[in-house]
């Protein structure tokens, strides 16, 4: 037995049984990504100090004709030595206006000391409208 939920039941009856809901990809260049500024763990309680932490910075072009929000960043962040030490999202970004390009910087945040250089990998970005 399917389940349908009462959303469903009223796209159906008004007619939009067509309707889909895609992720919009948004399109991600000039990635960086540099230690943060000491001053920003100087922020945080002094029980969570401990932690190391990199900006991630580039810019998100939305090549769409809709505006955008619930924006996901999207990647894989490895050490000089080439091991995963992050994958998935990242962080989320801005809303997105149709057309916009807009600059973006999200914090990372790891326990263990890593070996720098990082290495950005596979980024990319989905918003819903």
């Known amino acids: 037995?399917?389940?349908?939920?009462?959303?469903?039941?009223?796209?159906?009856?008004?007619?939009?049984?067509?309707?889909?809901?895609?992720?919009?990809?948004?399109?991600?260049?000039?990635?960086?990504?540099?230690?943060?500024?000491?001053?920003?763990?100087?922020?945080?309680?002094?029980?969570?100090r401990k932690v190391n932490c990199y900006e991630v910075q580039g810019t998100a072009f939305n090549p769409s004709t809709r505006e955008l929000r619930k924006v996901n960043l999207y990647g894989v962040i490895e050490d000089a030595e080439g091991t995963i030490v992050r994958e998935g999202r990242i962080g989320s970004l801005p809303d997105l206006g149709q057309g916009k390009k807009i600059p973006f910087l999200v914090r990372v945040f790891f326990t263990q000391k890593l070996r720098e250089p990082l290495k950005l990998d596979a980024f990319r970005a989905k918003g819903l409208t």
């Open 1 to 48: 037995m399917v389940r349908v939920g009462p959303a469903a039941i009223l796209l159906a009856a008004a007619g939009c049984r067509d309707l889909q809901i895609e992720p919009v990809k948004i399109e991600i260049a000039d990635l960086a990504v540099a230690p943060c500024d000491t001053n920003i763990l100087l922020s945080l309680p002094p029980n969570e």
